[in-house]
């Protein structure tokens, strides 16, 4: 017997002043948004959607390792993901050309393999990364850390 599972996401923009959006979601704080600094009229200070987008990619990848780590039983101690998206103009249009993402995860001694490969499980199974038509490069690094022993 197979499951659909089937989800919807609905957001709405709306005009906040003049070359400012805010975007809401039922139940979420609205989040102010804008053309970047870099671009004509951009303003500094205001979420941009290349931001956005670049966040999304970094917090998918973040959540989804977190997820697998604990269906598998790998300790995650630390783990960061910065993440860098690459614009360039081609044929007149920007494009995003590559996005970057450096992750460190710390984990204990003995299961930085099984970090590892949960990084590489969340690169597949990130529903955002699959969506984009980018290449994503991602580089990661594992510290492993003793663990604390325990006393009664």
Do not use: N
């Not at 931001?51 to 970094?58: K, N, R």
């Amino acid at each position: 017997m197979s499951f659909v599972k089937a989800h919807r996401y609905a957001v709405r923009t709306h005009l906040v002043s003049d070359g400012r959006l805010a975007l809401e979601a039922p139940f979420k704080p609205d989040l102010e948004v804008a053309t970047p600094p870099e671009y004509k009229d951009g303003i500094r200070g205001v979420w941009s959607s290349e931001e956005l987008l670049i966040g999304s990619l970094a917090a998918c990848f973040e959540l989804t390792a977190r997820a697998v780590a604990k269906r598998r039983d790998v300790p995650i101690h630390a783990f960061r993901t910065d993440a860098t998206g690459y614009v360039q103009s081609k044929d007149g249009l920007l494009h995003f050309v590559a996005i970057e993402l450096d992750v460190l995860i710390e984990t204990d001694t003995g299961r930085e393999h099984d970090a590892e490969l949960i990084a590489t499980l969340a690169e597949e199974q990130c529903i955002v990364a699959g969506a984009l038509d980018v290449p994503i490069r991602s580089t990661v690094k594992v510290d492993a850390v003793d663990q604390e022993p325990v006393t009664a």
